[in-house]
């Protein structure tokens, strides 16, 4: 039996104002992708929905292998989802030819994990910063522009206009990472995908970092899909957090709901493991100890996959998949509704979805 996806919640505004009225930027709906051949496949997204809205932030968590990466390489048109649909601004990227496709390009760009490994070593800032500009030449048409250009990049990510003839070996790992950033910038893009920009950071690098890409935000308007193991970054970034799991996600909503009172146990658990954090409302600020390992990906679980390592399973949670359920109130108040996949999820006050609400 297919597990019950969540349900659509894209009409809220991630600020909690009135709901919103424009379409969202990104609309990713029932998407699933597979790697191999055979019987021997592996399902790496499993009937994904995601939305996302101009100038938000949208976390993704999950351990490694949940299938983060690879949604991210559906999101930025690498990879060609197996089912489902993808709509950024209302257009199927994966319809794209020719100059409407390079177009589309230019809208969504990316910023890497490692800055070190992300830059080429033979190339000055203001080369690397300048690079798209060899594929997208009408951008910036003349030398003198782009020389502009650069000055003005490097200014807004916090770097001096005289490091454009620096190398990639003088500059620090933050630095080098505010590289990427202006380089991400440099198409006028929509959205940019951040996949653990942080990680290879120090703490205080780290913070810097993070800082420049939200001032980046209220500055011009660029929408975010943050990808990240580290909960506090996640926390300190992101307007909604979605949570994976096996390539299913099993809960998502507005970042203080998720992480101050979260639905799923697998949520729970991530917060408990997590730093300074506060679960208490899920375990009492104890943290929550999984038993056993992550499954193959070859080989699912029946019913709920999450429910080998669950310390609330039951014998219903192998033979049912889990059903969509809300936090009572979050579906009524103008804000993003707080949902989960699960038999017995956490704390008081949820609705499944398409039933009355359960008593007891």
């Known amino acids: 039996m297919p597990e019950t996806p969540l349900p659509d919640a894209t009409a809220a505004d991630p600020r909690g104002g009135a709901p919103a009225t424009a379409r969202p930027l990104l609309d990713v709906s029932g998407v699933t992708k597979s790697f191999g051949h055979g019987r021997r496949r592996l399902t790496a997204l499993d009937g994904v929905d995601v939305t996302l809205r101009r100038g938000e932030?949208?976390?993704?968590?999950?351990?490694?292998?949940?299938?983060?990466?690879?949604?991210?390489?559906?999101?930025?048109?690498?990879?060609?989802?197996?089912?489902?649909?993808v709509r950024f601004d209302g257009t199927d990227p994966f319809a794209l030819k020719g100059k409407e496709l390079l177009a589309w390009r230019r809208r969504v760009q990316m910023v890497f994990q490692d800055p070190f490994a992300s830059l080429n070593a033979r190339m000055s800032a203001a080369d690397l910063i300048g690079e798209p500009w060899r594929t997208h030449r009408d951008i910036v048409p003349t030398a003198r522009d782009r020389e502009r250009r650069?000055?003005?990049?490097?200014?807004?990510?916090g770097l001096r206009e005289s490091d454009a003839y620096r190398y990639p070996n003088e500059f620090s790992g933050g630095q080098r990472q505010r590289i990427g950033i202006a380089r991400a910038l440099a198409l006028?893009?929509?959205?940019?995908?951040?996949?653990?920009?942080?990680?290879?950071?120090?703490?205080?690098?780290?913070?810097?970092?993070?800082?420049?890409?939200?001032?980046?935000?209220?500055?011009?308007?660029?929408?975010?899909?943050?990808?990240?193991?580290d909960l506090s970054v996640v926390r300190y970034i992101s307007d909604r957090v979605t949570v994976m799991y096996l390539g299913k996600?099993?809960?998502?909503?507005?970042?203080?709901?998720?992480?101050?009172?979260?639905?799923?146990?697998?949520t729970a658990a991530l917060m408990?493991?997590?730093?300074?954090?506060?679960?208490?409302?899920?375990?009492?600020?104890?943290?929550i100890r999984l038993r056993g390992e992550i499954p193959s990906p070859f080989d699912i679980p029946s019913g709920c996959r999450f429910r080998t390592r669950c310390w609330k399973s039951e014998e219903r949670c192998a033979e049912h998949a889990p059903p969509a359920v809300t936090r009572d109130g979050t579906a009524d108040t103008g804000q993003e509704p707080h949902q989960g996949l699960c038999h017995f999820p956490l704390?008081?006050?949820?609705?499944?979805?398409?039933?009355?609400p359960r008593v007891g």
């Open 150 to 157: 650069v000055r003005e990049l490097l200014s807004l990510v």
């Open 249 to 266: 996600v099993i809960e998502h909503g507005r970042t203080e709901d998720v992480f101050d009172r979260p639905l799923h146990p697998y």
């Open 57 to 85: 932030t949208l976390g993704l968590v999950g351990e490694s292998g949940c299938g983060k990466s690879t949604l991210a390489r559906v999101v930025l048109g690498l990879e060609r989802p197996d089912s489902g649909t």
């Open 272 to 287: 408990s493991a997590a730093p300074a954090l506060d679960v208490s409302g899920a375990s009492n600020g104890e943290e």
């Open 188 to 229: 006028g893009p929509d959205l940019i995908v951040c996949d653990e920009p942080v990680s290879a950071l120090d703490l205080s690098v780290q913070a810097q970092v993070l800082n420049v890409l939200s001032e980046l935000r209220e500055r011009l308007g660029v929408s975010y899909v943050f990808i990240s193991h």
């Open 347 to 356: 704390g008081a006050g949820t609705t499944e979805a398409g039933v009355r």
